[in-house]
């Protein structure tokens, strides 16, 4: 598999994406997601949803709004450094233990992938 996500095909991109969840674990992602953009794995954990709108739950005066994430958009930015963007998630971010174990746990799912 490349590692260029960009250029990987769908199938690729599920597989990196089941690989994360079956080495990591569906907390550990979820804790990923959720800080990555607010999104959530849905109940079969298998596709990313979110909720965009206030609280999570209104989206364009409707209640109960969901959309559907990107996995491809998720690995792009799993595997960049955007995961730890000090702007984003803070100055010490690449200091914080959980948070770099987290990331490099799901990255090396995705290496393992292949």
């Not at 109940?43 to 709004?65: A, F, H, L, Q, T």
């Not at 799993?78 to 803070?90: A, I, M, P, R, T």
């Amino acid at each position: 598999m490349k590692h260029d996500v960009a250029s990987m095909s769908n199938t690729d991109i599920g597989k990196a994406f089941k690989a994360i969840a079956k080495a990591i674990g569906r907390d550990d992602l979820g804790e990923i997601l959720f800080n990555w953009n607010e999104s959530q794995l849905n109940e079969e954990g298998n596709k990313i949803i979110g909720y965009p709108g206030r609280d999570g739950v209104y989206s364009r005066g409707k209640e109960g709004g969901k959309v559907n994430v990107s996995k491809r958009e998720f690995l792009d930015w799993l595997l960049s450094d955007s995961s730890f963007d000090e702007k984003v998630y803070g100055a010490n971010i690449k200091n914080d233990a959980h948070w770099t174990g987290l990331i490099q746990r799901a990255r090396v799912a995705v290496f393992n992938n292949e």
